[in-house]
């Protein structure tokens, strides 16, 4: 049975009693995991409890009684900055975190009290638990121990120099950053037993994109279509184009009608459905990119037959739909690139060459 390890901030005794019972039946009715409230009234327990522990979740009420008022304001704030754990708020004073409610997503809610019931909310955050994501970015999850090891078994090594080179431009910082997030990277390509990970379409994407900018990889609209960029990202960055190369992306339904000429009413006959897999996995002008469900973006396949070139100041601000990470991003375009490098042998006479061989 998974320990779930929830952090509640209530002062008031009656609502802590339905907490408890609450909670106390959730534990009958779930044999996979099991709730273990720890319930504080104050900010200062509140924040210590935080700095001590590790927490799966948190429900806080924004009034702590009279010597508090805005305590729970200040345990969300902590929250919200330090803490990478789902939060609800649940108090009859939303009013004064208003600001915030533009922010709340799935993880972060804010409910008037009253306006969602406490069986709900538990088993709402009982839901976010049982997909493990918790366990990734808690104190002491997955994310923080892989962390830890890659700055002790990857890092050390490096602090040398930076102590005798020290930089005061900021440029240190991220170059720091990003080598810390190149071995982390590194760190999940193999499961515990040495075997290679199956990738997910969640590896495939950034989204939102992460850059304001059309870069190398992301895809963009383009004319009521879809397209990837394919510039290189130096020429990009620095500018050296006047034009950003776009090849477009269409999905399978598009593919088969524009490009493989298949009538759309017989799409799903097994002669079409034949067709299109002989076209797509034996021509090397396509390149497979999946769908997304959980941001609801559609994959398909990049046409590297069909490119445009539009002005650069015309793409460079234009809508991001999504950007395609590095290691896809790399075959991508090591792809695009051996398409267009190929090189074809002149026709030869078979039969005669061989014939002529067999004879000497």
Not at 214 to 240: A, F, H, Q, W
Not at 317 to 325: E, F
């Amino acid at each position: 049975m998974n320990k779930f390890d929830l952090l509640i901030v209530e002062d008031d005794k009656e609502q802590i009693k339905q907490y408890l019972q609450i909670i106390d039946i959730a534990n009958q009715d779930n044999e996979e995991q099991s709730i273990t409230p720890k319930i504080v009234s104050k900010r200062s327990e509140a924040l210590e409890e935080l700095l001590s522990n590790s927490f799966d979740a948190a429900i806080i009420d924004l009034d702590l009684g009279k010597d508090d008022k805005d305590g729970g304001v200040e345990v969300l704030k902590f929250l919200r900055d330090s803490v990478r754990i789902p939060v609800v708020v649940y108090s009859g004073y939303t009013g004064k975190v208003d600001e915030e409610k533009e922010k709340t997503n799935g993880l972060y809610k804010i409910y008037n009290r009253g306006e969602k019931g406490m069986n709900e909310i538990i088993k709402e955050l009982g839901n976010i638990f049982s997909t493990n994501l918790t366990r990734v970015f808690k104190r002491d999850g997955e994310l923080e121990k892989k962390l830890t090891g890659v700055f002790h078994e990857q890092i050390g090594d490096k602090f040398d120099f930076w102590v005798k080179n020290p930089d005061n431009t900021g440029f240190l910082t991220k170059k720091a950053c990003r080598l810390v997030l190149n071995h982390l990277e590194s760190a999940f390509i193999f499961d515990d037993s040495g075997k290679p990970e199956v990738f997910d379409p969640s590896d495939v994407y950034i989204i939102p994109s992460p850059h304001k900018i059309s870069l190398t990889g992301d895809i963009v609209e383009y004319n009521s279509g879809r397209y990837v960029v394919l510039t290189p990202m130096c020429t990009l960055v620095r500018k050296k184009s006047s034009r950003t190369l776009l090849a477009q992306l269409l999905d399978v339904k598009e593919l088969a009608v524009e490009r493989l000429e298949i009538d759309p009413s017989e799409m799903s006959n097994p002669g079409s459905i034949k067709k299109i897999k002989k076209g797509l996995c034996e021509n090397h002008r396509f390149y497979f990119l999946p769908d997304y469900k959980e941001r609801s973006f559609k994959g398909g396949f990049v046409d590297f037959e069909h490119l445009v070139a539009p002005e650069s100041n015309k793409v460079s601000n234009i809508g991001i739909l999504a950007t395609v990470t590095g290691d896809f991003l790399g075959g991508l375009v090591a792809k695009f690139n051996a398409y267009y490098a190929r090189h074809g042998q002149p026709d030869l006479k078979f039969d005669d060459i061989i014939k002529l061989m067999l004879e000497n």
